[in-house]
C-alpha cells in the first residue's frame, strides 16, 4: 500500500538478494534426501537397488550410479521449474475463461462497471483518502457495509452499488469481506473486461496488447516498493513522467522503447485522467514483467532444512545412547561399571521425523504464499508450487517412515 496507508509494523520486509543459482541450491538440499533413499527409489520404479552402493570406478555401474545421483539431486527444482513455465499459459488460459465469464454480464451491468470506475478515478479526493473510506478500521479488509458507505460518499446511486454487489457476490460467493488489494483489483479486471466488450470486433483488431514474455525486473524490490520510489511526492498516483524515469532507471531486463513504454501507460489509464493508481500501476506491471522463479524458490527452504534435520536426526537419536558407552575407550579410560545405553526405538524416531516434517510443510507453503503476495504472482503459479511442496513432502515421509530398507546381496 502507498506509505500513507501503512503503518511501521505492517511495512513490508526488505526482500532478499537473490538469483537462478541460490534458488536451484535450495532445491537442490531437497534433493539430496531423494540421494540418501535411492536404493528405496529404485526398487519402487522397478530397477536394481544395487546400483546405488556402486563404488568409484571406471565402469558401468558407477556411471549409471552417477546419473542417477544428479538426476535425484535435480528432480527438485526440474520439477518445480518446469511448473513454473507451465503456470504463464495455464493463468492465460484461465484469464480468458475468466474474461469470456465477464462477457455475459449484460449491458446494464457493464455501464455502471465504467460508469462507477470512471467516477472513483476522476474523483477529486486523493487515493489515500479514497483508500481509508472503504476500510475505515484499518483491518485491510471492505465488507458489504464499508463498500456502501464509501461508495455514496462518492456519490455513486445506491442501485449501482447493488449491481456492483450482485457481481461480486457470484464470483466470490456469500463471503463477508475481501481483502481490500483483492477488492480493488477486481473492480479494475472488471472495468477493463467491460469495456472490451463494448468494442466492436474492428476496434478490438486495433488493440494490440503489447507482452514481453520473460522479461524481468533487474531491481529486488516490489511492484509496491517500486510504485512508492516512483510516486516522489507520495500523492499516491504516478504520472507518465514519473513512470518514465523507471525505464531511465534501467529497472528492466529489456528495456521498453518510448513508443512501447507510452502505450504501455495508456492502456493501464484507461479513464484517461493522465496518471495511475497503485492497483492500476500493479495491473500494468504483472502484464509486461514476469518474476523470476528464483524469487519463490526460497519458499522451499524450511521444507528443506526439515527433511534433512528429519533425516540426520534419525540417525542421531539411533546412536546418541553409544556415546556414554563407547565414552571410556575414547579416552582410554578403564572402568568396571557399565554405563547405561539410551537408544530411541523406531517407532519413536519415524514420529518425531514426521512431525519435523509435517510443520515444515505449512510454513513453506506461508512462505511461499507471502513471497508470491510480495511480488503479486498470481495464484495460479503459487498454488502448483504449493501443490509440489505437498507432493515432496509426501514422498519425504514415505520413504522415511513407510518404505522399508532395501536389502542387497
Request: glycine share 4%.
Amino acid at each position: 500500500m502507498p506509505p500513507a496507508l501503512q503503518s511501521p509494523e505492517s511495512m513490508s520486509l526488505s526482500q532478499v538478494e537473490t538469483n537462478f543459482w541460490l534458488g536451484a541450491l535450495v532445491t537442490t538440499l531437497q534433493g539430496s534426501i531423494f540421494v540418501h533413499y535411492m536404493p528405496q527409489i529404485l526398487s519402487q520404479v522397478g530397477l536394481d537397488p544395487a546400483v546405488a552402493t556402486a563404488t568409484p570406478a571406471l565402469d558401468m555401474p558407477f556411471l549409471v550410479h552417477s546419473v542417477i545421483t544428479a538426476v535425484l539431486l535435480a528432480l527438485p527444482g526440474l520439477v518445480s521449474l518446469g511448473a513454473d513455465k507451465v503456470s504463464a499459459p495455464t493463468q492465460s488460459a484461465i484469464a480468458l475463461l475468466m474474461s469470456q465469464w465477464e462477457k455475459r454480464l449484460d449491458s446494464k451491468e457493464r455501464r455502471v462497471i465504467i460508469a462507477m470506475y470512471d467516477t472513483m478515478m476522476k474523483s477529486d479526493k486523493p487515493i489515500q483518502e479514497t483508500l481509508r473510506e472503504f476500510d475505515p478500521d484499518g483491518d485491510g479488509k471492505i465488507t458489504c457495509w464499508e463498500c456502501k458507505q464509501a461508495l455514496s460518499h462518492l456519490d455513486i446511486p445506491e442501485d449501482q452499488c447493488e449491481t456492483l454487489m450482485g457481481i461480486m457476490k457470484r464470483r466470490f460467493g456469500d463471503t463477508t469481506s475481501l481483502e481490500i488489494e483483492t477488492w480493488f483489483d477486481t473492480l479494475q479486471e472488471l472495468n477493463l473486461n467491460a469495456r472490451l466488450a463494448d468494442l466492436d470486433p474492428s476496434q478490438k483488431k486495433q488493440e494490440p496488447r503489447l507482452q514481453h514474455l520473460g522479461n524481468q525486473l533487474q531491481s529486488k524490490k516490489t511492484f509496491v516498493e517500486i510504485f512508492n520510489d516512483l510516486d516522489k511526492n507520495n500523492d499516491g498516483y504516478i504520472t507518465e513522467e514519473e513512470f518514465n524515469e523507471l525505464l531511465k532507471q534501467k529497472k528492466l531486463k529489456n528495456p521498453l522503447t518510448e513508443q512501447e513504454a507510452h502505450k504501455v501507460f495508456s492502456d493501464a489509464d484507461s479513464v484517461n485522467v493522465g496518471y495511475l493508481n497503485l492497483f492500476e500501476f500493479m495491473n500494468m506491471m504483472r502484464k509486461i514483467v514476469r518474476v523470476g522463479i528464483q524469487e519463490i524458490g526460497y519458499g522451499y527452504l524450511p521444507l528443506a532444512w526439515a527433511s534433512l534435520t528429519a533425516y540426520w536426526l534419525g540417525f542421531g537419536m539411533e546412536e546418541l545412547g553409544l556415546v556414554l558407552t563407547r565414552l571410556p575407550d575414547t579416552f582410554f579410560m578403564e572402568t568396571s561399571m557399565t554405563l547405561p545405553q539410551l537408544s530411541a526405538t523406531t517407532e519413536v524416531t519415524k514420529l518425531v521425523q514426521a512431525i519435523l516434517v509435517a510443520v515444515a510443510l505449512p510454513i513453506s507453503i506461508g512462505l511461499t504464499q507471502k513471497l508470491c503476495n510480495d511480488n503479486k504472482i498470481d495464484q495460479v503459479r503459487f498454488g502448483l508450487h504449493a501443490a509440489i511442496q505437498v507432493v515432496m513432502a509426501a514422498e519425504t515421509l514415505y520413504l522415511m517412515i513407510f518404505a522399508s530398507p532395501v536389502l542387497m546381496a
